[in-house]
């Protein structure tokens, strides 16, 4: 395993860290959740398909087999991210980053069970000694859990299940051959369909009137390095490591990127 690689998790890490900032401002500018979830998937489709175009556009070919595990994909990628919207509005983007580092423990015992993966000492000491750390750099343990609400913990624990299983649907699509952006682009264009239906076109009209050059340039942020870029690099690095290696290096460094994004902005 080339040591480089090591590095696409924590990237995509610390930009899903980013993804509170986004949220809250959507959120706080009328934009509700599905709405919200149609602009960050509709507008991915671009960059990813660019990106397709530029290396090989024969990863738009797929097969009928390769359906069941796309569809597995993008049911985890909403569901994560619709857990995860709702816990960084009700819960501290600290505590929110915590609770979907618990993806490692679920990634483990998953890959366990399916895959045969070995539970190794060396993964075990990792994820504890991330978990630890994460816990301590947040402050959770200072917060009063009276004061955060049950159903913001609740989606938090359910953001961390999604992302373990769509870890291991996306490992298990690339050892059928698939490639990363193929697997990312059928699944997002699967549930920007399904959100039309849902999405409120005139809040993302009012959202842009608002100034028009700037909320466009902030929406494309928001998709690029909320969704595009940490999913590429995420389930790009399971070319070059197991799943588990991944969740660990990807749960240390969200919670720190969210901390210091919470500061700073």
């Not at 398909?49 to 069941?68: E, G, N, V, Y």
């Not at 028009?212 to 902030?218: A, G, I, R, V, W």
Request: with cysteine; glycine share 6%.
């Amino acid at each position: 395993m080339r040591k480089i690689y090591l590095f696409l998790p924590i990237l995509a890490g610390i930009m899903f860290g980013s993804s509170g900032i986004f949220v809250r401002t959507l959120t706080y500018n009328g934009i509700d959740q599905t709405t919200l979830l149609f602009l960050r998937f509709s507008i991915a489709v671009i960059p990813i398909l660019m990106a397709i175009f530029l290396t090989d556009r024969k990863l738009l070919k797929i097969s009928l087999s390769d359906l069941p595990l796309f569809l597995v994909c993008a049911i985890c990628i909403i569901g994560l991210n619709l857990c995860y919207n709702e816990s960084m509005n009700t819960v501290p983007l600290s505590l929110a980053a915590v609770l979907l580092s618990l993806a490692p423990i679920y990634v483990l015992i998953i890959a366990y069970l399916l895959f045969g993966e070995k539970i190794t000492s060396k993964k075990l000491i990792c994820m504890g000694l991330a978990l630890i750390g994460c816990i301590l750099m947040t402050g959770v343990l200072e917060t009063p859990l009276k004061n955060i609400p049950l159903f913001g913990i609740l989606s938090g624990i359910g953001a961390g299940l999604f992302w373990a299983v769509y870890l291991m649907a996306s490992k298990k699509s690339i050892e059928m051959g698939n490639h990363t952006y193929t697997i990312l682009i059928y699944s997002i264009i699967f549930i920007t369909i399904a959100l039309i239906p849902f999405t409120d076109f005139a809040q993302i009209s009012s959202f842009i009137s608002i100034n028009p050059s700037m909320t466009l340039l902030f929406l494309i942020l928001h998709s690029t390095f909320s969704f595009a870029l940490p999913y590429i690099f995420s389930t790009l690095s399971l070319n070059y490591m197991d799943s588990g290696t991944s969740s660990i290096l990807l749960s240390g460094a969200e919670p720190f990127a969210a901390l210091i994004f919470g500061l700073i902005i």
